[in-house]
């Protein structure tokens, strides 16, 4: 099973600053990367898929990087909407696929 | 516009049996791999199943292994997930979730969720 470590597990933040996340993988997960915002009594939302490719209807200011085992999420000019717990996900082979234990994005 | 609907959860005793249901519509559900993912109350989240586009192919993440078992109808337009020997640790919101595109990928489209809680 491929582990997937977040961190910081928590990252405070002023709005309007740009938020630098971490996610990496045990073993090499290619560009097979996807990262998820979740809200309070929400399901997960798709951000970013293929490590660096935006989902639908997601804002530039979210961007990902990273290829192998090491990857970034950063969201600038941080805004309210975004105070929000993140989540990577890997789904390189087949399943079954792991996610990261989360990375809660708050006010500072 | 894609909507899943999951239903089915509830309170259930330690070992106890349940199954969940996972009604799809707005796109072609049967070309798509779908999907479990569950929450515990206050915890992150934890893949727990998938089943091919066809229902040929299925996978557990090895905590649900021998006691889960997922399927599909397509003609029905539902995923399943036959939950079996329920334990305290099951307790979570289970969310039903389509891949983005078809061949094994991530999940652009995610239901509500239905809660577990196995308690006496």
């Known amino acids: 099973e491929i582990v997937m470590t977040q961190s910081p597990a928590t990252l405070s933040v002023s709005p309007g600053e740009t938020a630098t996340l971490s996610c990496r993988a045990s073993?090499?997960?290619?560009?097979?990367l996807a990262w998820y915002q979740q809200k309070p009594g929400q399901a997960p939302r798709l951000l970013i898929f293929?490590?660096?490719s935006r989902a639908s209807a997601i804002p530039a200011r979210f961007s990902g990087s990273g290829s192998g085992t090491e990857f970034r999420l950063i969201i600038s000019s941080l805004q309210s909407d975004d105070f929000a717990f993140y989540y990577c996900?890997?789904?390189?082979?087949?399943?079954?696929?792991?996610f990261g234990q989360g990375t809660k994005v708050e006010i500072k | 516009e894609v909507h899943l609907v999951e239903s089915g959860g509830g309170l259930v005793q330690p070992g106890g049996s349940l199954r969940l249901s996972c009604s799809a519509s707005?796109?072609?559900?049967?070309?798509?791999?779908m999907h479990w993912v569950r929450q515990a109350p206050g915890k992150g989240l934890e893949y727990v199943s998938g089943?091919?586009?066809?229902?040929?192919?299925?996978y557990y993440a090895d905590s649900a292994k021998g006691r889960f078992v997922i399927s599909r109808d397509n003609f029905k337009n539902t995923l399943y997930l036959q939950m079996s020997s329920l334990r305290s640790d099951d307790t979570a919101v289970y969310y039903c979730?389509?891949?983005?595109?078809?061949?094994?990928?991530?999940?652009?489209?995610w239901g509500q969720g239905t809660l577990v809680t196995v308690s006496s």
């Open positions: 073993q090499s997960v290619s560009s097979h």
């Open positions: 996900q890997h789904y390189h082979h087949m399943p079954p696929w792991t």
């Open positions: 707005g796109f072609t559900f049967s070309t798509y791999s």
């Open positions: 979730a389509k891949e983005r595109t078809t061949g094994w990928y991530d999940f652009d489209h």
């Open positions: 089943i091919s586009s066809n229902g040929g192919s299925t």
């Open positions: 293929d490590a660096s």
